[in-house]
């Protein structure tokens, strides 16, 4: 026959058995939604990291249509340059080139007018298409992971933070570096100065890469990087610059002359045209006598003078070919965060909340008074278990991986991002 001791200790074993089971129960329920927490989280992740992979390949496509772009300008430049000289010339064999040069006209002007519609046009259309991208897979990685909960768990709800449905992760424009990519493989392709000689003569020997190397400022304003471009290559350019610094001077001699020692003497400047007052330095108050001491009153600036014409002499024959900068609404993209491996844009969290059985509930109150001997009456007021997640999409250049060695300016156009979970707070309830 039991005892009453046997009776009472009897029911505590029993107790603490139903606790413990019941307890894994509600465990076994935090580890089922922190299993559907994390499968969301990674599959947005995953879905942010294929389209970071695609603007990778929109940009490398960006620079590849760009990169025979180069070419083509600076091969039109140097037929134009070549063209102007044979054609002011009254030599025999330069007028040969010169015909030469009117008959090439037509078709790099046909040339240079499809390579820029169809550069310009694409750059655009990619641009918006990379800007847009992260929120449409967002949106649909969204949807499947609502889906999948609700096959699993109906009474689940699902929670989702992603900072690219405000603002796309990949919102700083990358003109300038593309840019620069395009040129260095421009240079390596070998195709610069290809118009020659199947169009015509290069009578100048004039340095066709040379040439795209300082067209860059102007077909992509963002890579030079506020230095105004200089077409130094170009015969004409330096040779505009210096006629017109040429006559600067001569009209500044000419005021000079004009003026009288007296003037000079007293420190009134003789009236200096205003185009060449920038360059212009006079003496005051001098004690030298005579009109050669007017002469040398002021002095011309010609250095100065000839680097300032030669800007816009290179800025005037760069308009009238139609050269823009680029435009920043439609250029290659890079993310918006600097480090962007571990930037807050480039996280997406979730938290799946699911409620607890009622029953469960009733029996873990229920069992926590008997093992309390009636002194906790509240039990367990768990009415719904949470769990978060997140999940981040980065390029893998830590060490050991084979991408270790990419630039990190050249990691937006290398299509190898991936993702991977993140650390993010868990569970509990409420």
């Not at 090439?104 to 990379?130: D, H, N, V, Y």
Request: hydrophobic letters at 40%; charged letters at 20%; aromatic letters at 6%.
């Amino acid at each position: 026959m039991l005892t009453s001791a046997q009776f009472f200790l009897g029911a505590i074993s029993l107790g603490m058995a139903l606790f413990r089971g019941n307890e894994q129960a509600l465990v076994f329920h935090q580890e089922e939604i922190m299993g559907h927490a994390n499968a969301a989280a990674s599959r947005m992740a995953q879905a942010h990291a294929w389209a970071a992979n695609a603007i990778a390949n929109n940009n490398a496509i960006s620079v590849a249509l760009l990169s025979p772009r180069f070419t083509v300008e600076s091969d039109t430049l140097a037929m134009h340059e070549n063209g102007a000289f044979a054609c002011g010339s009254g030599n025999p064999f330069l007028q040969k080139v010169c015909a030469q040069y009117g008959r090439g006209i037509p078709r790099i002007t046909a040339k240079l007018g499809w390579i820029r519609t169809q550069q310009t046009g694409m750059w655009r259309s990619l641009s918006t298409l990379s800007s847009r991208l992260d929120a449409v897979v967002s949106a649909h990685a969204e949807a499947e992971a609502r889906a999948e909960l609700a096959a699993a768990a109906p009474d689940a709800e699902l929670v989702v933070s992603d900072p690219a449905r405000q603002r796309s992760p990949w919102g700083r424009p990358n003109g300038g570096r593309a840019c620069e990519l395009a040129l260095e493989d421009s240079l390596a392709s070998g195709t610069l100065g290809h118009a020659f000689p199947l169009l015509m003569i290069n009578v100048l020997g004039l340095s066709v890469p040379a040439i795209a190397g300082q067209l860059q400022g102007f077909v992509c304003s963002a890579a030079a990087g506020g230095v105004q471009p200089r077409l130094t290559s170009l015969p004409s350019i330096a040779k505009k610059a210096r006629r017109t610094c040429r006559e600067l001077e001569a009209r500044l001699r000419e005021a000079v002359q004009e003026a009288s020692y007296g003037e000079l003497r007293e420190g009134i400047e003789p009236h200096i045209p205003e185009d060449a007052k920038p360059y212009v330095e006079c003496e005051r108050g001098t004690r030298r006598r005579g009109r050669s001491a007017a002469l040398g009153a002021c002095t011309f600036q010609r250095d100065k003078c000839v680097e300032d014409n030669t800007l816009t002499a290179s800025a005037d024959l760069a308009k009238s070919f139609g050269l823009l900068g680029g435009d920043a609404s439609g250029t290659p993209l890079a993310p918006s965060d600097e480090n962007w491996n571990s930037g807050p844009s480039f996280r997406v969290c979730v938290e799946v909340s699911r409620p607890v059985d009622r029953e469960a509930t009733r029996l873990s109150r229920a069992i926590k008074t008997l093992v309390s001997f009636g002194t906790d009456t509240q039990g367990d007021d768990l009415v719904v278990s949470s769990a978060a997640a997140c999940g981040r999409w980065y390029f893998p250049d830590g060490e050991g991986s084979r991408f270790a060695s990419v630039e990190k300016s050249r990691q937006p156009f290398v299509a190898a991002w991936t993702h991977a979970l993140a650390g993010a707070p868990t569970g509990g309830g409420r």
